[in-house]
């Protein structure tokens, strides 16, 4: 793909622009419309071109062939050269394969002890009606799930689960075949937020991902794990009281050393708000801050201020994505500095209104568009 040439630098750019939903009326009067997840972003540049030289008079030749023929081309934004945030590392997505056979279907789960309870049909962090409510009849009272891990090393998983009537709330990974935990995490629960504390084994606790609507995305590791052994993922609704409750949905795990975005029966591809990176330096705080761009592909702009996590595990709020059609793959690369995008060139250019005789310099006016 051809580069917007830049031998002439702009004298004003403008910041990047997401336009309302485009509406569009069939002969039925029946109205489409397309969200603004479809939509590229737009900009305006403007350059004193001096016509007599040569990098002015190509550069007005190109931007007039560009428009001509419609051309796609690759370009930077230059409020975007250079990020806000720290930076550091080699990020790349973290999307490899979930495990978990039923991450939303706690009626399959098994029964490890106790005669705990399961409600269906309860309300869900992405609007439907897939979690579920846990009840405990005792502090011994769980379910659990094997999972089939792959290499003998650290391994992630995470939970979405909202506060019950339980003010603790235990999570597990553990090896049946060892009789080990490698891995057991307390929630507590304190005017519906929850916190972690390690109370065996080992691992690193990731931030808490408030959700919205009570729910909360608790992320974990475990290290140690062997993946021949019999390994298994836990929950006890209520650890020490017994008496109590829990929601849950969506469980999954990798053959990660930190987690992904989430994938399961209702929401099969890892899209949304968040974007789940490795390979980071870790432990920076302000990794990168609201109003960086990044690129996958396409851009994305950073919503919040973001630190790194151990193992260089950053959770990135996006708002909003550019196009829709999927998420990225695992390993993509990440870009943060010198960002580029693919655009064209949306409304007629403003050419120089001199002969180049009189006066050597006159306005050009370029407005771009972001293109699939």
Same mark, same amino acid.
């Given at each position: ?21 485009? +509406? ?8 489409? +419309? ?41 370009? #930077? ?14 990020? /790349? ?17 098994? +029964? ?24 405990? =009849? ?36 553990? #090896? ?54 019999? =390994? ?53 705080? =302000?990794? /990168? ?9 396409? /851009? ?29 793959? #695992?390993?993509?690369?990440?870009? +943060? ?8 060139? /949306? ?12 006066? #050597? ?12």
């Amino acid at each position: 793909m051809a580069s917007f040439p830049r031998a002439v630098i702009p004298i004003e750019v403008s910041s990047l622009e997401m336009p309302g939903p485009l +509406i569009a009326k069939a002969q039925s009067g029946r109205v489409n +419309i397309r969200a603004t997840q479809q939509i590229g972003r737009t900009w305006m540049e403007k350059y004193l071109i001096n016509v007599r030289s040569i990098n002015g008079r190509a550069l007005l030749a190109t931007v007039g062939n560009l428009y001509r023929n419609g051309t796609i081309f690759s370009i #930077d934004h230059r409020d975007h050269l250079t990020p806000l945030g720290a930076g550091g590392g080699s990020p /790349l997505v973290n999307q490899s394969p979930q495990l978990v056979v039923d991450p939303e279907n706690f009626g399959a789960w098994s +029964i490890w002890g106790g005669a705990p309870t399961r409600t269906s049909g309860q309300n869900d962090p992405f609007g439907g009606t897939a979690a579920y409510l846990l009840t405990a =009849n005792s502090a011994s009272a769980a379910f659990n799930e094997i999972v089939a891990f792959t290499g003998n090393a650290t391994k992630a998983d995470a939970w979405f689960l909202r506060a019950g009537s339980s003010l603790t709330t235990d999570l597990y990974v553990y #090896d049946n075949t060892a009789a080990a935990v490698r891995h057991q995490v307390r929630v507590t629960w304190s005017g519906g937020v929850p916190t972690l504390s390690t109370q065996s084994g080992g691992g690193t606790l990731f931030a808490v991902e408030p959700w919205g609507g009570g729910w909360y995305r608790l992320s974990l590791n475990a290290t140690g794990v062997i993946a021949a052994n019999s =390994n298994v993922i836990i929950i006890f609704p209520d650890a020490v009281v017994g008496t109590g409750s829990v929601y849950a949905f969506g469980v999954n795990a990798w053959n990660s050393t930190t987690p992904a975005g989430y994938i399961g029966p209702s929401h099969p591809q890892a899209t949304g708000s968040t974007v789940y990176l490795d390979g980071a330096t870790a432990s920076v705080t =302000n990794w /990168l801050r609201a109003g960086d761009i990044i690129s996958i592909g396409g /851009l994305a702009p950073t919503s919040a201020d973001t630190n790194s996590q151990a193992s260089g595990f950053v959770a990135l709020p996006i708002n909003p994505p550019i196009f829709s059609g999927g998420a990225p793959a #695992d390993n993509a690369v990440v870009t +943060i500095t010198g960002v580029t995008l693919q655009a064209c060139i /949306l409304e007629p250019p403003t050419f120089p209104n001199t002969s180049g005789v009189g006066a #050597d310099f006159g306005e050009l006016v370029v407005k771009f568009s972001e293109s699939l």
